[in-house]
């Protein structure tokens, strides 16, 4: 990874070798800027160069002002329905926090810190076509895996 200004949002854009399936885990660390406004985490089935069209099988958008984290999925260039409940909002500015998307055979399950935040339910059924990890937003990453 590049070293980035620290003024700059974060970006990362990283290859899913072999693209998503059932019991693989994603990990994004990183630390929250002081006034973050959102933090974006997309898994994608083309880079975004490429193609703007590639299907999303799962898009995390954290919104520091609301304090919300919504999900959504993008299938043949159409946005679903955004999923918003959760138990509670683990991000906080100035913070670092671990991230952790497990792959399970019905939906994605996200944790934070080790504690479960939410879960998405698959709505891409190739999941392998998911080979495209997208961090975007106001962080510094520390660690993808």
């Excluded at 679903?80 to 792959?103: D, Y």
């Amino acid at each position: 990874m590049e070293e980035t200004d620290k003024n700059e949002h974060g970006e990362y854009i990283g290859e899913i070798k072999g693209g998503m399936r059932p019991s693989m885990k994603l990990i994004v660390m990183g630390i929250i800027n002081k006034k973050p406004k959102s933090i974006e985490v997309t898994l994608s089935s083309a880079p975004p160069e490429e193609d703007s069209e590639g299907d999303v099988g799962l898009q995390l958008q954290v919104n520091f002002v609301d304090k919300a984290v919504q999900r959504n999925a993008r299938l043949a260039g159409k946005w679903g329905k955004a999923e918003n409940t959760l138990s509670f909002f683990p991000f906080a500015p100035g913070e670092s926090f671990k991230m952790e998307i497990v792959c399970e055979h019905q939906q994605f399950r996200i944790l934070v810190d080790g504690q479960p935040l939410c879960g998405f339910s698959h709505r891409l059924s190739r999941l392998a076509s998911l080979t495209a990890l997208r961090v975007f937003g106001d962080l510094q990453l520390t660690k993808v895996a």
